[in-house]
């Protein structure tokens, strides 16, 4: 199986800057896709950003260019950097890796609070 473990979450204020990882335990290259999901308080979970393991990105329109998603295959990390942050923002985001063989991941997820 696929073990994925997010970091980089935390409090910070409103117009701040984070940079998530999720270090995944296989090699990045055998995978379809990856991507960071969130879920708000009592909201339904939606995509952030995706990323194939060809290297295409696609993200989430209601975005508008604040975040940027790279995988890094030294480190078999998936990263997501998150710039201008607003209190909607605030979340619990989730790293999700599609291994073409043995399926869907999640992580645990990490908290993100943006305070204004």
């Known amino acids: 199986q696929v073990q994925l473990v997010e970091s980089g979450g935390g409090l910070v204020q409103a117009g701040g800057s984070l940079r998530l990882s999720c270090a995944a335990s296989?090699?990045?290259?055998?995978?379809?896709?990856m991507g960071w999901y969130r879920r708000a308080p009592g909201l339904q979970r939606e995509l952030v950003a995706g990323?194939?393991?060809?290297?295409?990105?696609h993200y989430a329109d209601s975005l508008k260019g604040r975040v940027i998603i790279s995988g890094d295959i030294n480190n078999n990390t998936i990263d997501l950097q998150m710039n201008n942050l607003e209190p909607e923002d605030t979340a619990i985001y989730y790293c999700?890796?599609?291994?073409?063989?043995?399926?869907?991941?999640w992580g645990r997820g990490t908290q993100v609070t943006v305070s204004s």
């Open positions: 999700a890796v599609n291994h073409p063989n043995w399926g869907l991941f």
């Open positions: 990323i194939t393991g060809s290297g295409f990105t």
């Open positions: 296989v090699s990045l290259f055998s995978t379809n896709s």
